[in-house]
């Protein structure tokens, strides 16, 4: 191109950027994680009252079988993330 | 293992409830230490076929250049280290963030009784050292009025506590046991923090007064509030546990619990000075903390020293690879000696007595 602009640009080229990356994708794991535990939290409160409203979402505490099963779940999320890291590039 | 909460974990109030988001955020940070052990494991089960280990642990430099060596060409410890960066450098804002979302509610439950009766030496008392954000907590330890709850009752719960091996309020207890007489009347507890071991003295030796010594003037003011739930009074001093501008020979028993690893090294002879200088002639010290690496198998030595370095532990090495025996006798302690109360001997605790006094 005449002028002066970049065609084909690349920004993230230090080693510093890998970092970058990880802790981006971190906060997106954990604001996923807010918005699966929000939902069940709210799939929840529907089957036991039908209705719900803002303050029941916040002051709920997940106990017993629903704690449990949010941990399950929780774990396998993490689980699954850092294995798919961990295993990258094996055949 | 899942990472549910537990029931209340000793000590800890049982009225603490947090909003969403900071729960489920909490929650995401325990999940991620759970994720990263499988990658661990394959990482431990790796090194312990490879032939790096068979250093030993009695020259960790050694061993962390055999194992660098070994390790050159795996990814899963870089993975591990970004990770647990990441988790360290969010987790005292989001703890903050979760107790802000609730602050009302939670403020009242924080907030000493009696501020003022705490004794303060200044700023100008304060070391070097302690500028250092160590664990990563950002802000450092007086980072928010309220630090002292925020990590006991939020970091601890939600994190310390079902991610640590072994029962850590247990093992505080069975610590303030081991002291070797049962009627102490003065203790005086260095680096007591939020009173998590300094409860386990005065559950202990309940004639005993109890004085506790920190730099953290937020940790020293939830003390105040803990001691106060459980019926009890301390006297609370901010000042370095080297420093303490308490009185000659005030106390008959002298401790710590995972203090001195967060010192350097001159520091810690100091600690034991003071501890001479504070103690009665007969009076005893029981200092615990991390275990030395000669006692711990190759794989966790390396591990330990990797995660200090990596996790902002600046004095963990030192203190792992120091003599602590030869520190208190040095600093005129007698009948010195030291005991491994759990697995690859932690908690490991120095004992030491000064001597009596010399009759004219």
């Known amino acids: 191109m005449p002028g002066f602009a970049k065609d084909d640009a690349v920004y993230l080229t230090r080693p510093q950027h890998m970092d970058a990356l990880f802790a981006i994708t971190m906060e997106l794991a954990s604001e996923l994680w807010v918005m699966r535990d929000r939902l069940t939290v709210i799939e929840q409160l529907l089957d036991e009252r039908g209705g719900l409203t803002r303050e029941d979402i916040e002051s709920t505490q997940p106990r017993g079988e629903a704690a449990e099963r949010l941990a399950r779940e929780r774990e396998r999320f993490l689980t699954r993330v850092f294995d798919a890291a961990s295993r990258a590039g094996e055949g | 293992m899942t990472t549910a909460q537990p029931a209340v974990p000793d000590g800890m109030r049982a009225d603490v409830e947090l909003a969403q988001r900071g729960r489920s955020e909490m929650q995401f940070l325990q999940a991620m230490r759970a994720g990263l052990k499988p990658v661990q494991a394959r990482l431990r089960e790796r090194l312990e076929k490879g032939t790096a280990l068979a250093e030993g642990s009695g ?8 194992v660098d060596e070994e390790l050159a060409e795996d990814t899963d410890l870089g993975l591990i280290g970004a990770a647990l960066r990441w988790n360290r450098s969010v987790l005292t804002p989001r703890a903050i963030d979760a107790f802000e979302e609730r602050s009302e509610e939670l403020t ?13 030496r200044g700023e100008e008392a304060v070391p070097r050292y302690w500028r250092y954000e160590f664990h990563g907590t950002a802000g450092g330890w007086d980072g928010h009025e309220h630090m002292g709850f925020v990590h006991h009752e939020l970091v601890y719960r939600y994190l310390l506590v079902p991610s640590f091996p072994g029962d850590i309020f247990g093992q505080r207890a069975a610590v303030a046991r081991l002291a070797p007489r049962q009627d102490y009347t003065d203790i005086c507890d260095l680096g007591c923090g939020t009173g998590q071991f300094t409860m386990k003295l005065a559950q202990t030796y309940p004639d005993a007064r109890v004085t506790g010594v920190d730099l953290s ?16 009074e301390w006297d609370l001093v ?22 001195l690893h967060e010192i350097p090294p001159h520091a810690i002879r100091k600690v034991f000075a003071e501890a001479l200088r504070l103690l009665r002639p007969g009076g005893d010290l029981v200092f615990s903390d991390v275990a030395p690496y000669h006692l711990r198998s190759p794989y966790q030595a390396w591990y330990d020293d990797w995660d200090a370095e990596n996790g902002h532990e600046p004095w ?7 003599d602590l025996t030869e520190v208190a006798r040095e600093a005129g302690f007698v009948d010195v000696r030291q005991e491994a109360l759990g697995r690859e001997s932690y908690p490991w605790v120095t004992l030491a007595r000064k001597p009596e006094q010399e009759r004219p």
Do not use: M
């Open chain 2, 59 to 66: 020259d960790i430099e050694r061993l962390r250049a055999a």
């Open chain 2, 108 to 120: 009242a439950k924080a907030v000493p009784p009696r501020a003022e009766a705490i004794t303060d």
């Open chain 2, 217 to 232: 003037l937020s940790e020293l003011r939830y003390a105040q509030r803990r001691a106060a739930e459980a019926g009890l």
């Open chain 2, 238 to 259: 901010r000042a370095p546990a080297e420093d303490t501008g308490l009185p000659d020979e005030g106390f008959d028993l002298v401790t710590s619990f995972i203090l």
């Open chain 2, 316 to 322: 963990w090495r030192t203190a792992a690879t120091l």
